[in-house]
């Protein structure tokens, strides 16, 4: 059983950095596409980022430029460097793994941007 567990959320000034990470029980596979997530108050789930088994980065617009997403498998960790945060980044960060045909989720931290 796949289990994802995300850490380094906090509350941050505006301008500010995190680094999330996402820790992947059994091991990160070849084969597999991961993002992170985030939802705030009264708003859908929206894509922040994504790799894809090859390598292939994707962004959501708000982020690129100032989000980088990266994995290492031999630390079984999915990372996101997200530099020059905004109030509008404050929401609950949810890492995902898709590995044939399922998906797993993590149980989200939270991510406060505020002066």
């Known amino acids: 059983q796949v289990q994802l567990v995300e850490s380094g959320g906090g509350l941050v000034q505006p301008g500010g950095s995190l680094r999330l990470s996402c820790a992947v029980s059994?091991?990160?596979?070849?084969?597999?596409?991961m993002g992170w997530y985030r939802q705030a108050p009264g708003k859908q789930r929206e894509l922040v980022a994504q790799?894809?088994?090859?390598?292939?980065?994707n962004y959501a617009e708000d982020a690129k430029g100032r989000f980088t997403i990266s994995r290492d498998s031999t630390k079984n960790t999915l990372y996101l460097q997200m530099n020059s945060l905004k109030p509008d980044d404050t929401a609950v960060y949810y890492c995902?793994?898709?590995?044939?045909?399922?998906?797993?989720w993590g149980q989200g931290t939270q991510v406060t941007v505020s002066s």
């Open positions: 995902y793994l898709h590995r044939w045909s399922s998906n797993y």
């Open positions: 059994g091991g990160i596979l070849r084969i597999d596409t």
């Open positions: 790799i894809t088994s090859g390598g292939t980065t």
